[in-house]
C-alpha cells in the first residue's frame, strides 16, 4: 500500500535555486515505498545539474554502480522492511548515499538508521521545501568529498585485536614525517573514543579533543583544525580522544565524511587510530581513506585475526584501498615459536614491513613524550619506523627526511 509521505506545498518563490554544479550527481526516487506523485519535477528544477529517475523498485541492482542518491521509503511498522533496509545500509557505506523518508518515525529507529550509514532520515509526510534543504545538505556534502579527493591522505590503523602497539606505532611514524621541514602537515586523529591515548603518548596538555569538536555543534567539515588543534614540539598535530568515556556511536558516517573532508584539507597526512570495532562509520573511515595499515603481533591468535580483517575487508569491498601489512614487536626469537615465515604462509601474503621489539625505549619514549631518537638514537627500531615513513610519505618528501638519519 502505499505510503503517499509527499505532502504537496510549493517552496517559497524567495529561496533561489541551488547552484549549478560542474558535474552532476544521479539521484534514484524508489517510488514503491514512495508513494504516488514524488516532486521529480520540482527537484529537477531546483537542482538543474542534478539527474532525478523515478524507480519502479524498493532497492535496485548495481544501486552504488548506477546513483550517487537513493531516496527510499519506510513504514515504522514494518519490522521486515526495517531489517531489509539496515541490511542494505551496512553494504552500501561509503558508495552510496541514502535519504530515508519514514512513516510514523521515532527518534530511537532513526538514530539507528543514521548510524547504520543512512545520510538523513525525514518524517512522512515529508514537504517539498523539507526534501530540498535535507537534498542540498546532502549534495553539498557530496562536492565537498569530491573536492578534497587530490589533497591530504587519511591513512588509517587497523588493528588484528588489541595489544598489536598501533598508537605508539602511530604518533612515532607521525613524528618522523613531521620532520621534513617541507611537510604540508602531519596529524594523528585518535577517533578511539573509550581507549584512546595518543595524546599521553605524546604528552601533550590539554589537547583538543574530539568530544569538543562535537560538542561546538556546525558543520565539521568547516572547522578549521590546522589552527585548532595543538601540536607536539615536533610539529605533529594531535586531535585527540575524548576524556571521559564515549559510546562508538557517538560518530557516524555523516561525521567522518566531515571529520576526514577537513583534516585531508588542512594537513597533508593524518594518521587515523579508530577502536578496533567494525561499525557504519569505522566501514565508512576506511572507505575514505587512502591507505590502510594492518597492524599485527606475531603470535598464533593474532595471525588468525589478521585473515579475518583482510577477509572482512574484502567482504566489504574495500580491496581497492592499498593495505601495508605491519607484524609489530617482533622479539628476535619469537617466544610463541612462531617464525615469520609461518605466519605468512598462513595469511597468504608476506609482511611488508617488520617492526623489532624494543620495548624499555618504546617506553621511554612514551613516558617522556617524545620521539624514539630523542631517547637514543641509532636504535633497529628507529630505523624500521624510518622505512614506514618513506612509505608513507608522497613522492620526494622523504629525501630530506632520509638525509636527516
Not at 229 to 245: D, I, Q
Not at 340 to 350: E, M, V, Y
Request: proline fraction near 7%; charged fraction near 20%; aromatic fraction near 4%.
Amino acid at each position: 500500500m502505499s505510503l503517499l509521505p509527499f505532502n504537496r506545498i510549493k517552496p517559497p518563490v524567495a529561496e533561489p535555486a541551488a547552484p549549478q554544479r560542474p558535474c552532476a550527481w544521479r539521484v534514484g526516487l524508489c517510488l514503491p515505498g514512495l508513494g504516488a506523485d514524488p516532486p521529480v519535477a520540482m527537484l529537477s528544477a531546483m537542482f538543474p545539474a542534478v539527474t532525478f529517475r523515478g524507480l519502479d523498485t524498493p532497492w535496485p541492482e548495481r544501486a552504488a554502480q548506477t546513483f550517487d542518491l537513493l531516496i527510499v521509503g519506510l513504514d515504522a511498522a514494518d519490522p521486515a522492511g526495517i531489517d531489509r533496509l539496515t541490511a542494505r545500509l551496512s553494504t552500501c557505506v561509503g558508495r552510496i548515499e541514502v535519504l530515508v523518508v519514514m512513516r510514523d518515525a521515532d527518534v530511537e529507529l532513526t538514530r539507528r538508521l543514521i548510524h547504520q550509514g543512512a545520510a538523513d532520515v525525514l518524517p512522512a509526510p515529508v514537504t517539498d521545501t523539507a526534501l530540498a534543504i535535507a537534498l542540498e545538505r546532502i549534495f553539498c556534502r557530496l562536492d565537498t568529498g569530491r573536492a578534497q579527493r587530490r589533497s591530504g591522505e587519511i591513512i588509517t590503523l587497523l588493528k588484528a585485536g588489541g595489544g598489536v602497539g598501533a598508537t605508539s606505532l602511530a604518533v612515532q611514524t607521525a613524528v618522523r614525517l613531521a620532520a621534513n621541514p617541507g611537510s604540508g602537515g602531519v596529524c594523528v586523529a585518535d577517533l578511539d573514543l573509550q581507549m584512546g591515548a595518543a595524546a599521553l603518548y605524546l604528552d601533550i596538555p590539554d589537547p583538543v579533543t574530539l568530544a569538543q569538536v562535537l560538542a561546538a555543534g556546525g558543520a565539521v567539515e568547516e572547522m578549521s583544525f590546522a589552527s585548532a588543534l595543538k601540536a607536539h614540539r615536533s610539529g605533529v598535530s594531535v586531535l585527540a580522544a575524548p576524556n571521559e568515556l564515549m559510546p562508538v556511536e557517538s560518530l557516524n558516517p555523516a561525521l567522518v565524511d566531515g571529520l576526514t573532508a577537513a583534516l585531508r584539507r588542512d594537513f597533508e597526512i593524518t594518521l587515523v587510530d579508530p577502536p578496533t570495532v567494525w561499525t557504519a562509520w569505522t566501514n565508512r573511515l576506511l572507505r575514505q581513506s587512502q591507505r590502510i595499515l594492518l597492524v599485527t603481533r606475531l603470535s598464533v591468535p593474532h595471525v588468525h585475526l589478521v585473515r579475518r580483517q583482510l577477509h572482512m575487508l574484502s567482504a566489504q569491498r574495500l580491496d581497492d584501498v592499498p593495505v601495508t601489512l605491519i607484524c609489530n614487536q617482533v622479539e628476535a626469537e619469537s617466544a610463541s615459536g612462531l617464525s615469520l615465515k609461518a605466519a605468512q604462509q598462513a595469511i597468504g601474503r608476506p609482511f611488508d614491513l617488520v617492526i623489532p621489539e624494543d620495548r624499555r625505549l618504546m617506553h621511554q619514549a612514551i613516558d617522556q613524550g617524545v620521539s624514539l631518537a630523542s631517547v637514543r638514537r641509532g636504535s633497529k627500531i628507529e630505523a624500521a619506523i624510518g622505512r614506514l615513513a618513506e612509505m608513507l610519505a608522497p613522492t620526494g618528501v622523504m629525501a630530506a627526511v632520509g638525509m636527516e638519519r
